[in-house]
């Protein structure tokens, strides 16, 4: 058997390649959009990838399905509950797909999803089986959130019970030795206790796994719906994209370089300006109305909070970033990004009249403006869960995510003070302020944990 695990750290997501060295046939179990490291490897080792199966319609990406698909003629794999637009195979509960001596056995195991499905490895089908790729079901540490459907009329409650029996009758009935790969890692949407380990086995799980302590079906489902974070504005644009047709990426497409008069032009007619710079260099100085997302973080995640699908993009990024930046936003579905500035200094050194800054205060400052300001409005962007270990005194917590849609809840005219844990959401969310037309707006520098334990006034 070859087998071999992806990691996409940005969007901690894990995909996988699995083969048969006898007879060179292979799948690709849920791939991100961007595929050309699975043909590769796939050329390399002599493998013709036949198959991609999905474990379910993913909402935290734009899978590459249709791209697998178009590129080596392979068929698409979904389980038989999946509803889509574009020709698959539906994968019965209890499946078996051989690859020669490999075989894979699907399992239905609904709960994240109704559609989810996981994949027991056998590495020869006489023997025990060898692994079992969980997609958004079982995680290492943690079990798929079941809330992420309540938008479109299916209750958490519901998919809850549905991935309790999923877990304990279909996963945990399972050989203790049995590999564990999921579709995601630490840093994830899609759950609220991931590890950061990248593989495990059903006994560890068994043993360490909060959501899998011996409990009933009541309390594992106030255990899996309590807790979760916001999940990211775009979420339920990436689900429903991945039932689709669409246009496929090709990942080779060059970006149009732009001047920044053109840019300018742009923006009067709707274009958003995604400045990827990390926020230092933002704040000395940028093109004003763009909106900070630095490309060194979680870059596409943050930029789906704070962009509609379908408006068109330019992305301001160093020389050479470009076409990662426009990779990156296409991963979430955001295709329309149309240009890049890659000298944003030198171009508004020419051009001082297009420049702004972003003010950054510390801990003791915001105290002394607090002084001169009553009417001063702080804003906290982190999840709920995070304001446990704190928070600044009077503040109002509006998830990142959230804050799109909540602007209104907001006075533009009263001075504002953006914070998050460590800064990089609070860039990002300062940023979407002042070009909503917020006429004060300041960063805590470093974000709150930068002032643990420091004399800042805090609530627990």
């Known amino acids: 058997m070859i087998f071999k695990q992806y990691e996409l750290g940005c969007l901690s997501l894990f995909s996988y390649l699995i083969g048969d060295e006898t007879t060179g046939r292979a799948v690709v179990i849920d791939p991100q959009r961007d595929i050309s ?47 889509a637009d574009f020709a698959f195979e539906g994968l019965g509960h209890g499946a078996r797909l051989s690859l020669g001596r490999v075989v894979l056995e699907i399992r239905h195991t609904p709960g994240h999803t109704p559609e989810s499905i996981s994949i027991v490895v056998y590495e020869r089908d006489t023997e025990p089986p060898w692994a079992v790729l969980t997609g958004d079901a079982l995680f290492i540490g943690d079990v798929g959130r079941p809330d992420l459907l309540t938008s479109i009329g299916v209750s958490a409650d519901e998919l809850a019970r549905q991935l309790y029996h999923s877990v304990h009758d279909q996963l945990l009935s399972l050989p203790d030795a049995t590999r564990v790969y999921p579709a995601h890692g630490a840093g994830s949407s899609c759950g609220k206790d991931l590890s950061s380990a990248t593989e495990s086995t059903i006994g560890e799980q068994r043993t360490t796994n909060y959501a899998l302590a011996p409990m009933t079906e009541d309390q594992f489902v106030e255990a899996v719906t309590q807790g979760q974070s916001v999940a990211p504005l775009y979420f339920a644009f990436a689900a429903n994209a991945n039932r689709k047709e669409r246009e496929l990426l090709d990942e080779t497409d060059e970006l149009p370089v732009f001047d920044i008069d053109l840019v300018s032009r742009q923006q009067i007619d709707g274009a958003m300006v995604i400045d990827s710079r990390p926020a230092d260099q933002f704040a000395t100085g940028h093109l004003r109305g763009s909106i900070n997302v630095g490309l060194d973080g979680r870059f596409a995640e943050y930029a789906g909070d704070v962009l509609r699908p379908g408006q068109s993009v330019i992305v301001v990024t160093e020389p050479g970033l470009e076409r990662e930046a426009r990779v990156r936003l296409a991963r979430i579905g955001f295709d329309h990004v149309i240009g890049a500035v890659t000298d944003i200094t030198a171009q508004l050194a020419v051009r001082p009249d297009l420049a702004a800054s972003a003010p950054r205060i510390t801990a003791s400052e915001l105290e002394a403006w607090r002084t001169v300001e009553p009417a001063l409005q702080i804003v906290d962007v982190r999840n709920p869960g995070e304001r446990i270990v704190g928070h600044v005194d009077g503040s109002i917590n509006l998830p990142l995510p959230t804050l799109l849609d909540r602007l209104g809840d907001l006075d533009p005219n009263r001075p504002t003070l953006v914070y998050c844990a460590g800064g990089y959401r609070s860039a990002t969310a300062a940023s979407l302020l002042r070009f909503a037309g917020f006429s004060s707006v300041a960063e805590l520098l470093g974000g709150f944990n930068a002032h643990l334990p420091a004399p800042i006034p805090t609530r627990q």
């Open 37 to 83: 490291g699975y043909v590769a490897d796939a050329d390399r080792l002599g493998l013709r990838i036949e198959r991609v199966i999905e474990t379910h319609f993913h909402a935290d990406f734009l899978s590459g399905h249709l791209e697998l698909a178009a590129a080596t003629g392979a068929v698409i794999s979904y389980g038989d509950r999946a509803r």
